[in-house]
């Protein structure tokens, strides 16, 4: 009798062992999930430098637009000014181009218009409002230019759009 309660005693205690063995396995297995899940959104770009400006694109986001038909895609950039003067920095100055076609910020939204500071640095974003079918594209710095100078592209980086929040 003392033997039968002993092995199912030592059964019971084995079980659990068992089963607390392949809680914290899930539990592992979860959060390398979840690691896996925030490298693939923390995507790095390259830093740009252009007239001595640093400018690093810092993060993507894509909201829907009020009427549901576009998405507003945000682009946050930080930008280092190493030059020896003031430099102005404003969110016409950058395009996207997805395909044959050429989208301009969106004039309505909050795009970064600042002159930065010799040896200092600014964060801002730029916005633009493109169509839901548009996943990819270049995201391009082409300072505004006055008079008959036609624009130029300085720096190019290579984006994804990622889904709406």
Do not use: H, R
């Not at 430098?49 to 576009?70: A, F, P, S, W, Y």
Request: a positive charge.
């Amino acid at each position: 009798m003392l033997k039968k309660v002993i092995l199912i005693a030592m059964s019971g205690a084995c079980a659990l062992s068992l089963a607390a063995c392949s809680a914290s396995a899930s539990k592992e297995e979860a959060s390398k999930t979840t690691q896996e899940t925030k490298a693939e959104k923390e995507t790095t770009f390259p830093t740009k430098t252009v007239n001595n400006m640093e400018m690093q694109i810092k993060g993507i986001e894509t909201t829907e637009n009020g009427k549901g038909d576009k998405n507003i895609v945000q682009i946050t950039m930080d930008f280092k000014n190493e030059t020896g003067s003031k430099y102005g920095i404003g969110g016409n100055d950058f395009i996207f181009k997805s395909g044959d076609k050429t989208y301009q910020v969106k004039a309505d939204a909050n795009n970064i218009g600042t002159e930065i500071a010799a040896d200092k640095t600014v964060s801002g974003a730029i916005n633009f409002e493109l169509p839901k079918d548009v996943k990819s594209g270049e995201f391009s710095y082409q300072p505004v230019t006055f008079g008959k100078e036609k624009p130029k592209v300085l720096a190019t980086w290579k984006i994804s759009i990622p889904n709406n929040k």
